[in-house]
């Protein structure tokens, strides 16, 4: 039987959070819930969804980094926008990242996130060496 691994990239946002960054069983990542923050866990790009939406994506690529994954390997995002009229800025850094759109999404509007100022999350899975 696989192991549930805890996927830890070493910020101190990380070790105060209450709950892992990720998780991995087998080849199969689950990345909770990334927002706009860095390691230390101050807010980037307050008001800016692109500033947050790069953010997010950059902390979701650091993090599979951990167990040797990549963007390439992420087979489904489930993402939160707290104003779906920026969805527009969040899709444009998504294409950037994504350019082959090779993964499962979907979007929901949320009206609120965990804290003020926070205008988009993004949770990710992801399989070890698939998109290689």
């Known amino acids: 039987m696989a192991k549930k691994?805890?996927?830890?990239?070493?910020?101190?946002?990380?070790?105060?959070?209450?709950?892992?960054m990720a998780t991995q069983v087998g080849e199969t990542i689950y990345v909770a819930g990334q927002v706009a923050q860095d390691p230390d866990g101050?807010?980037?790009?307050?008001?800016?969804m692109t500033a947050q939406a790069r953010q997010v994506f950059?902390?979701?690529?650091?993090?599979?980094?951990v167990?040797?994954?990549?963007m390439h390997d992420v087979?489904?995002?489930?993402?939160?926008?707290t104003d779906m009229g920026r969805y527009g800025d969040y899709n444009a850094?998504?294409?950037e990242v994504f350019p082959k759109a090779q993964m499962a999404s979907a979007?929901?509007?949320a009206p609120t996130l965990v804290r003020d100022g926070f205008l988009v999350e993004v949770e990710a899975i992801a399989v070890v060496g698939c998109g290689a």
């Open 67 to 70: 167990a040797g994954a990549t």
């Open 107 to 109: 979007t929901i509007a």
């Open 5 to 20: 691994i805890v996927l830890d990239p070493g910020w101190p946002r990380a070790k105060k959070s209450g709950f892992a």
């Open 75 to 81: 087979v489904k995002i489930t993402t939160y926008v």
């Open 42 to 48: 101050k807010l980037v790009g307050q008001g800016d």
């Open 93 to 95: 850094v998504r294409a």
């Open 58 to 65: 950059a902390n979701i690529r650091d993090i599979l980094a």
